[in-house]
């Protein structure tokens, strides 16, 4: 009898065990399981956005000019003395081509290149055309085909130091043109410097020039 109330107090001892092992665990469970806050972090400073600039705004009368960007497309005037707004930087080809009211046009410094044919047939020009006195540009890098072909009135002209190019014919058939200045040579050095075909053909009144000093050749038909 002994051993089976020993076995019987340890089964109950066992018992008494587990019900407080429970109430613990109850316990536990009753106690609200709080999430932790997640931390906000402040948000980048959104990084300021740069204001595109605006292109050049060239300021001129669109009675005379048609312009895009800094380039003069045509021009559309009524002759007579021409002024070429500033910031001015390319004379688009045939811009003033057959324009035989037109007397003068200065150029802004800005101009650096005359395309084919700008003032093909502009009878009208007369006197002298000089970087020095802007009636050509002073800082004129190109000079396309033709650009004063037909100019009938023109009796003399100088370019600056500063071409890089130069088309053909620039003043055929100029039949007025009596002196003529053209720089040394060519600003690349590493390009061959030369006369272009037909730059003074048909200028019969031409008795004075000064052309490229270092030209290695004439080209056909360039007086």
């Known amino acids: 009898m002994s051993k089976q109330w020993k076995a019987a107090g340890r089964v109950l001892a066992l018992a008494l065990v587990l019900v407080m092992c429970a109430g613990l665990f109850a316990g536990c469970n009753d106690e609200e399981i709080t999430a932790p ?30 312009i895009s960007g800094t380039t003069l497309v045509k021009y559309i005037g009524n002759g007579g003395a021409v002024t070429i707004p500033d910031l001015i930087t390319t004379i688009a080809e045939g811009a003033f081509r057959g324009c035989t009211s037109v007397t003068s046009v200065i150029f802004p410094k800005t101009v650096r290149e005359i395309q084919d044919y700008a ?12 970087y020095k006195d802007n009636t050509l540009p002073n800082n004129l ?6 650009v004063f072909r037909g100019c009938t009135g023109i009796t003399e002209v100088a370019l600056a130091n ?36 037909g730059t003074f053909k048909g200028c019969t009144a031409l008795t004075d020039v000064t052309f490229f000093a270092k030209a290695e050749r004439l080209e056909y038909s360039a007086f």
């Open 141 to 146: 890098n190109y000079i396309g085909d033709g």
């Open 37 to 66: 806050t997640p931390t906000v972090k402040p948000s980048a400073t959104t990084p300021a956005v740069s204001t595109p600039k605006p292109d050049v705004e060239i300021t001129y009368d669109k009675t005379q000019f048609e």
């Open 119 to 130: 003032f093909d047939g502009c009878t009208g020009l007369t006197g002298v055309l000089t």
């Open 162 to 197: 500063k071409i890089y190019e130069m088309g053909t014919n620039v003043f055929e058939g100029c039949i007025r043109l009596t002196k003529a200045t053209l720089p040394d040579q060519f600003v690349d050095t590493t390009k061959t410097t030369y006369v272009p075909a």
